[in-house]
């Protein structure tokens, strides 16, 4: 790509240097030509004209096999895709039955140690559960996500006075003090096996990494993604107090709440991976940052496979578009101006409405156009027009 008359090279050291024909003898073009020989975020900005744009590379063909990886018969109904994929593929061990593994275990250390409890109380009369009282259990979990009622109580209310508003399915599948004893000792992992606060090899998520490492390992397994996906955030609503809650005011659905990123197929919305935000680990050093690191480990599993990745702008940067590219992998995202690497003349740059600016690194393309609002975004994939 050539250096048009008026065109402005930005490094990001926030240096321009003009380039005109009438001042050829004051330029260092050998300067200038053994940049490009550097690392491609090193590149300097070049000006180009959107409408006689020239893609700098090739767009590799994406040939990998897309879709589920095993069809269920075409009778199956939706609990045998539940049962598919909460079945890890290596071991045969189920959600389920880790559920029931673990909450026996912890109700029976919760007996040895309380030896002192009333003997009226709830805890007294637990008895081992199984695999069918669990799935019914987690029935009625999520019922009550969608019959709201006041108190967990109510829905095993048999009072004549509230005969309008009685639920008694909940009766009919499980008594009230059952459920509550199982909710009392659900648990997905061996407390015995959590390392301290403070200490190498702590977990922040220890309690639920058993149920996020055979989600991942099943989601993977049993699908895969085709050429475009995405990378997101996404909020689980929940008010309660937990050190992984969030707040987000700018969720519409959801304010509160732990914080997932997801990687997703972007035609179907199917979930590949996700990984549960447990806050900043002190181990980390990335310059790069959280979100640099968020992006690359949800995606390396597919280099070299020429997905085409799309971000928003809490995660798009130059220099994660430049990693993604040499991984054999494209990028299209919305970015902030004051992202590392970005051409400086767009942090105050002012264009009409209907209007774009294109500037090139590398492979590297960064608009800046003007619809109802001023939106810029990087991309080694797309074309300005």
């Given at each position: 790509m050539e250096l048009l008359q008026g065109d402005e090279v930005l490094y990001d050291s926030d240096i321009s240097v003009g380039y005109s024909s009438?001042?050829?003898?004051?330029?260092?073009?050998?300067?200038?030509?053994n940049n490009f020989n550097q690392p491609l975020n090193n590149r300097p900005w070049i000006n180009?004209?959107?409408?006689?744009?020239?893609?700098?590379?090739?767009?590799?063909?994406?040939?990998?096999?897309?879709?589920?990886?095993?069809?269920?018969p075409i009778d199956a109904t939706p609990l045998d895709y539940f049962e598919l994929l909460i079945t890890n593929p290596q071991t045969d061990q189920t959600l389920i039955s880790l559920l029931?593994?673990?909450?026996?275990?912890?109700?029976?250390?919760?007996?040895?140690?309380?030896?002192?409890?009333?003997p009226n109380s709830r805890i007294s009369n637990w008895t081992r559960t199984n695999e069918d009282e669990m799935k019914a259990f987690l029935g009625l979990l999520l019922a009550t996500g969608i019959v709201k009622k006041p108190t967990l109580e109510s829905y095993w209310n048999e009072s004549n006075k509230t005969w309008l508003i009685n639920t008694p399915g909940f009766t009919n599948v499980m008594r009230r003090n059952r459920f509550q004893n199982i909710?009392?000792?659900?648990?997905?992992?061996?407390?015995?096996?959590?390392?301290?606060?403070?200490?190498?090899?702590?977990?922040?998520?220890?309690?639920?990494?058993?149920?996020?490492?055979?989600l991942n390992e099943t989601f993977s397994h049993h699908y895969r993604l085709g050429r475009d996906v995405t990378?997101?955030?996404?909020?689980?609503?929940?008010?309660?107090?937990?050190?992984?809650?969030?707040?987000?005011?700018?969720?519409?659905?959801?304010?509160w709440g732990p914080k997932f990123f997801l990687l997703a197929e972007s035609d179907t919305g199917y979930v590949h991976q996700l990984r549960l935000y447990a806050g900043k680990s002190q181990n980390q050093r990335?310059?790069?940052?959280?979100?640099?690191?968020?992006?690359?480990?949800?995606?390396?599993?597919?280099?070299?496979?020429y997905h085409h990745v799309t971000l928003d702008n809490f995660f798009c940067s130059p220099s994660?578009?430049?990693?993604?590219?040499?991984?054999?992998?494209?990028?299209?995202?919305?970015?902030?101006?004051?992202?590392?690497?970005?051409?400086?003349?767009?942090?105050?740059?002012?264009?009409?409405k209907g209007e774009m600016t294109v500037r090139q690194?590398?492979?590297?393309?960064?608009?800046?156009?003007?619809?109802?609002?001023?939106?810029?975004?990087?991309?080694t994939f797309a074309t300005p027009v």
């Open positions: 009438q001042v050829d003898s004051e330029i260092d073009i050998e300067g200038i030509i180009v004209d959107a409408n006689g744009y020239v893609r700098p590379h090739q767009i590799q063909p994406f040939t990998e096999p897309t879709g589920m990886a095993r069809r269920l029931v593994e673990e909450t026996n275990r912890y109700a029976n250390n919760l007996l040895r140690q309380q030896q002192a409890h009333q909710l009392q000792c659900l648990h997905c992992n061996n407390n015995e096996n959590a390392v301290p606060r403070g200490q190498e090899g702590y977990d922040p998520i220890h309690k639920i990494r058993p149920v996020l490492n055979l990378v997101d955030e996404s909020l689980v609503g929940f008010k309660g107090r937990n050190h992984l809650v969030q707040y987000m005011p700018a969720k519409k659905s959801h304010r990335n310059p790069q940052g959280v979100t640099f690191d968020i992006v690359v480990d949800l995606l390396q599993p597919h280099f070299n496979k994660l578009c430049h990693h993604l590219y040499q991984n054999g992998m494209y990028c299209t995202g919305t970015v902030r101006v004051f992202r590392k690497g970005m051409p400086p003349s767009f942090r105050n740059i002012q264009i009409a690194q590398g492979p590297l393309m960064a608009v800046a156009y003007n619809d109802r609002r001023l939106v810029k975004f990087l991309s």
